[in-house]
């Protein structure tokens, strides 16, 4: 048969509400209907006061990486003048909205991050770093401005990579680039400025900045890094 007797296949539910007085089955009916408009109005009250019963800090604050992403400042600026969202919370991926904001080469927007509480130094069991986004994007200015803001510029990511190792390994779109020999020159001096900045600390796969330079080709920041190596023994 293609449909089932709806009176052989009665629901649990239905038996019960069957099997009860008129006035007992009202009030069942009643308790059962209002069990999704409470959950509701909850959600509806969690949103008002910021008090949502979500314990995943990336949904709770899924606005604020959205607005970042879509590079949109004013809306950004607009929600954190709520203490509900976290410049600080991470995504499934260990990306902070900072990080973000280091990407896409956002000056403004990474600064207000900071004053708003965003860490230029992640706390301890960090996966990423916002300095070393800017140096796989080549941004010296960024660079600068994260390491005058207490960025450690020798910070392990994932894979025990450094920032300095990103200024010899940029993001692929980066790499096409006909001048990505001197982009990388430019971030690895701006990462050498800093005297705190260690070139010879190796990878988990055991590769130093300089390697991977020699990897991707990039000639003069080769030739600088074996300079300051050399001055440093």
């Not at 995943?56 to 959205?66: A, E, G, I, V, W």
């Not at 005058?148 to 190792?165: E, F």
């Not at 001048?179 to 900045?197: F, I, P, Y």
């Amino acid at each position: 048969m293609a449909f089932s007797d709806n009176k052989s296949h009665q629901s649990p539910i239905s038996s019960i509400i069957a099997s009860l007085n008129s006035n007992r089955r009202i009030l069942l009916i009643s308790l059962i209907l209002l069990i999704p408009l409470t959950n509701y109005l909850q959600e509806i009250f969690s949103t008002i006061t910021g008090t949502s019963n979500t314990k995943d800090p990336y949904q709770l604050n899924l606005p604020l990486f959205k607005a970042v992403k879509a590079n949109e400042l004013n809306v950004v600026k607009t929600l954190l003048q709520s203490t509900i969202y976290d410049p600080n919370a991470e995504d499934p991926e260990g990306i902070t909205p900072l990080i973000e904001a280091t990407l896409l080469g956002n000056y403004e927007m990474v600064s207000y991050l900071i004053s708003k509480g965003a860490k230029a130094q992640p706390s301890p069991g960090f996966r990423h770093t916002a300095l070393r986004a800017a140096c796989l994007t080549a941004n010296p200015q960024l660079i600068t401005y994260l390491l005058q803001n207490g960025a450690d510029p020798n910070a392990k990511s994932d894979g025990d990579r450094t920032p300095l190792m990103g200024a010899c390994f940029l993001r692929p779109e980066y790499d096409k680039l006909p001048n990505s020999g001197e982009l990388s020159l430019k971030a690895v001096q701006s990462m050498l400025d800093d005297d705190r900045t260690d070139p010879l600390i190796a990878n988990s796969f055991g590769e130093s900045a300089l390697d991977l330079c020699k990897q991707r080709g990039y000639l003069e920041s080769v030739a600088y890094l074996e300079e300051k190596i050399k001055s440093k023994q």
